[in-house]
């Protein structure tokens, strides 16, 4: 989030190089990995609106529902 926040390239390519180590750690589903990839890519080509929009979905879809 701080990456996009930043608009921050090089903040990106750091958070997807932890993002890799997750999945082959087994700590990352295949379905997240995808969504924030794509998320990345968008920070990358600086569409920092959509990157931006993307993960706000991404977390709210990952918050813990209320009982």
Do not use: C
């Amino acid at each position: 989030r701080t990456a996009v926040l930043a608009r921050n390239v090089q903040m990106v390519d750091r958070a997807e190089q932890r993002l890799e180590q997750l999945a082959a750690d087994g700590r990352l589903s295949g379905e997240a990995r995808h969504t924030l990839q794509t998320i990345a890519d968008a920070g990358r080509a600086e569409r920092w609106t959509e990157a931006y929009e993307q993960l706000d979905q991404f977390q709210k879809g990952q918050s813990p529902k209320d009982p």
